[in-house]
């Protein structure tokens, strides 16, 4: 069992920045990769950023330049530092994690409840 807590999200005016924070809990093996997805009201559910256990990282080319993710010094944390915000950004931010929490088991995608990040113009 892996739960996922996400925190940070709010309400800011476009160009300000928002922190978002994801902390794992639970029996993990191997965590392989945390990240972020978000989802727009009417739009398919897509990836914002990705890091790995050993730091790649991959993003969107929507905010590139912008977003920012990183793993804090315990590895089962990761943060999303979002500046200059536009009102595109606005949606349901997910924190997402895959790992593996026993031997001789496969990989699974474990997710958070989900944070509201808003962005008026």
């Known amino acids: 069992q892996v739960t996922l807590v996400e925190s940070g999200g709010g309400l800011v005016q476009a160009g300000g920045s928002l922190r978002l924070s994801c902390a794992a809990s639970?029996?993990?093996?191997?965590?392989?990769?945390m990240g972020w997805y978000r989802q727009a009201p009417g739009k398919q559910r897509e990836l914002v950023a990705e890091?790995?256990?050993?730091?790649?990282?991959n993003s969107a080319d929507s905010v590139k330049g912008r977003f920012t993710i990183s793993r804090g010094n315990a590895k089962n944390t990761v943060y999303l530092q979002m500046n200059n915000l536009e009102p595109e950004d606005t949606a349901v931010y997910y924190c997402?994690?895959?790992?593996?929490?026993?031997?001789?088991?496969?990989?699974?995608?474990?997710w958070g409840q989900g944070t509201q990040v808003i962005v008026s113009s």
């Open positions: 890091i790995t256990s050993d730091d790649t990282t």
């Open positions: 997402n994690c895959q790992a593996t929490i026993r031997w001789f088991d496969t990989r699974r995608e474990y």
């Open positions: 639970g029996s993990i093996l191997i965590l392989h990769t």
